[in-house]
Every structure is written in C-alpha cells, then in structure tokens.
T-cell receptor, first 113, second 115 residues
Framework: DQQVKQNSPSLSVQEGRISILNCDYT??????FLWYKKYPAEGPTFLIS?????DKNEDGRFTVFLNKSAKHLSLHIVPSQPGDSAVYFC????????????FGKGTKLTVNP | EADIYQTPRYLVIGTGKKITLECSQT?????MYWYQQDPGMELHLIHY???????EKGDLSSESTVSRIRTEHFPLTLESARPSHTSQYLC??????????????FGPGTRLLVL
C-alpha cells in the first residue's frame, strides 16, 4: 500500500509557464516532506522541504505548499525552464523512530522551449 | 550538502558473479542508506546504517549485504548476481541531530545489468 502517491506519471508545460507537481500521502504521522529532482542515470538532488508546522516554503523559483487536512502537497516551479525537465520525487518522513523517507513513484516533467 | 561518491557508475556482469558497489561520503554523516530504483518506480530502501558497526535491513527485501566499518564508507555486496538484481542502486547519507529534520543527499548511483 503506497503511503506517498504521485498520481501523474508525466507533465508537460511550456517554458516560462508554471509547473505544478502534486503529491498525496495517507500516513497522518508524516510531518516532514521533501522534493527531489532526478535526471536519468543520476542520483536524486534535494530541492526543497517543508515541515508540517508550515503551509508554504519558498526557495527561488520553487515553492512547496502543504495542505495537512487534505494530506496533499504540491511543488510549484515558476517560471519553468527547459533545464527543469526531469523526474520529480515527493518524499515524506515521520518524527520518531527511524525517520526513514518514503518516496512516491515520481512525475516526469517536460518543459518545452 | 554532502559529497557522495559511488563506483562503478555502470556495471554489466554475468550471472553468479560476486559484486561490490562502493559508496563513500566525505561529510562525516553518521547515517547512510542504500536504495534500489527501477524506471517509473519509487525508491525502495534496502539497507541503512546509523553509524559504525550498525546496519539494518530496509523495507524492501534484498539478497545484498552491507558493512559499515568506517563512517565514510558503506559498501553493498551481492554474493551471486542474478538478472533479477538488474536495477539502479542509489546511496545516500544524512546528518542527524541538532534538532533539525534530516535531509538525505544522494550519490550519482550505480546502474547494474546482470546478464
């Protein structure tokens, strides 16, 4: 049973527009969320994170929004650039215990010039 | 940010061979992890370590083994490779404590093909 779900396997947007990647989770104990970006044949690169005590975190072109009541988070990229084309993974962890990360299956973003 | 190195980057090997995938980090992180990832799928944790001489199996059953004799080094070994072991193997490390939630930093991965 997947605890972190990224229901869109792929997303295509035009350069300069906004990209919105979505992630849903089922485990109410999750209280820390991260987004990673992965190019083919490379390891994931950390992008941005958010704690459950916040509902928004911003870093440059990247903003993550958290809706705890809906168990939903989203990553906004504005403006999108061709170099943003990659697979984006959502991950979550719960405080206490091992704090291991649980990953979604990823969304492949393609930004067209 | 951690500097994590994995070798080899690519490995093609025959069935039955013994292989060791190397992972080293230079930041002194106490926690290290091995993940397995297939295309279009999530990363699955197969092993982790919270320090020297500490190793645990992850959520995905794996026939591989790991060791943690030094803080910076966390190799993964397959005694007898099989085609079902074909996958990408990702090593990560993180720093715990200081009241902050941990962020895992990944190496470039090893793409393994067993014929």
């Amino acid at each position: 049973d997947q605890q972190v779900k990224q229901n869109s396997p792929s997303l295509s947007v035009q350069e300069g527009r906004i990209s919105i990647l979505n992630c849903d989770y089922t485990n109410s104990m999750f209280d820390y969320f991260l987004w990673y970006k992965k190019y083919p044949a490379e390891g994931p690169t950390f992008l941005i994170s958010i704690s459950s005590i916040k509902d928004k975190n911003e870093d440059g072109r990247f903003t993550v929004f958290l809706n705890k009541s809906a168990k939903h988070l989203s990553l906004h990229i504005v403006p999108s650039q061709p170099g943003d084309s990659a697979v984006y993974f959502c991950a979550a962890s719960a405080r206490g215990g091992s704090e291991k990360l649980v990953f979604g299956k990823g969304t492949k973003l393609t930004v067209n010039p | 940010e951690a500097d994590i190195y994995q070798t080899p980057r690519y490995l093609v090997i025959g069935t039955g061979k013994k292989i060791t995938l190397e992972c080293s980090q230079t930041m002194g992180h106490d926690k290290m992890y091995w993940y397995q990832q297939d295309p279009g799928m999530e990363l699955h944790l197969i092993h982790y370590s919270y320090g020297v001489n500490s190793t645990e199996k992850g959520d995905l059953s794996s026939e591989s083994t790991v060791s943690r004799i030094r803080t910076e080094h966390f190799p993964l070994t397959l005694e007898s490779a099989r085609p079902s072991h074909t996958s990408q193997y990702l090593c990560a490390s993180s720093e715990s404590g200081r009241g902050m939630r941990e962020t895992q930093y990944f190496g470039p991965g090893t793409r393994l093909l067993v014929l």
